[in-house]
């Protein structure tokens, strides 16, 4: 699947997102005893940073002639985006989505995919036919995105 980030333009402008959870956590290095012990470069114990986005489209393209789909969320979508040693990871726990990719851009491309494939697939799906988390998690994807 190939997909598209939508660009969040027309509702950033009317969205005012709370100061305390969007903004770039710091990268820090974490220091213990180890590291008087340790004969590991210092850089071992490099962590990497958070990034919080709020998404609030979705596009994603399942073939080259295939038709694009959008779906909107009612209210933004908070993906964390983190970078591990080789990949970037994006994720939103709520929604048990996790994504990876080589860059940010990628991650989150294919955080939009996972959340447009997880709609159509609970949108396709009676509730008779799910079971625990799964029952929770199409209430949550039809009551929070609607297709474009």
Not at 120 to 139: I, M, P, W
Request: one cysteine or more.
């Amino acid at each position: 699947m190939k997909s598209a980030l939508a660009f969040q333009e027309e509702r950033a402008q009317d969205y005012d997102p709370p100061l305390s959870g969007w903004r770039r956590a710091v990268a820090y290095k974490m220091e213990s005893a180890l590291d008087a012990f340790s004969d590991s470069p210092a850089d071992a114990w490099q962590h990497t940073a958070i990034v919080r986005y709020p998404l609030w489209k979705f596009v994603a393209k399942k073939d080259d002639e295939g038709p694009v789909t959008t779906l909107t969320s009612n209210q933004p979508i908070e993906v964390e985006v983190r970078r591990g040693e080789q990949l970037y990871f994006a994720e939103n726990e709520a929604l048990s989505i996790f994504a990876a990719g080589d860059t940010e851009q990628d991650a989150i491309s294919d955080f939009s995919v996972q959340v447009v494939c997880q709609f159509e697939h609970y949108q396709d799906t009676s509730v008779e036919q799910l079971f625990g988390e799964a029952v929770r998690l199409k209430e949550v994807f039809l009551a929070s995105f609607k297709l474009e």
